[in-house]
């Protein structure tokens, strides 16, 4: 995969929990309140990565990213990560409690008989 690695890995979270989407979690529909769940703490982590990156603790190694750099040297794919992955955490949380009302409208119902 080369460079395009750590996108295509992204690119395969999103693909994996968009049907949760479609199942009903209605995360990408509320778009106000998935910024407001992921944006601060992407934020936070953006900015210690840039610190890290300039004092030297970490990189990201050249053959496994584009080469695409924002401010502060922070790779395209670390952006990303930043907004794809608590995305897919929130689509998963979302499902889970759907799925738990159900299953208690479920066991609700089935002790009413």
């Known amino acids: 995969m080369g460079k395009a690695e750590y996108l295509v890995v992204l690119a395969a979270c999103v693909l994996v929990t968009l049907p949760l989407e479609i199942a009903g979690a209605r995360v990408y529909r509320q778009p106000r309140r998935l910024a407001r769940a992921v944006l601060p703490v992407a934020l936070v982590f953006l900015v210690w990565d ?14 496994h990213v584009t080469g695409i750099r924002a401010p502060f040297s922070v790779p395209l794919e670390e952006i990303l990560f930043f907004v794809v992955i608590p995305v897919c955490g929130v689509l998963t949380y979302e499902i889970v409690q759907l799925t738990l009302a159900v299953l208690r409208r479920l066991v609700r119902q089935e002790a009413r008989r």
């Open 50 to 63: 840039a610190v890290a990156i300039a004092a030297g603790v970490w990189d990201y190694a050249p053959e």
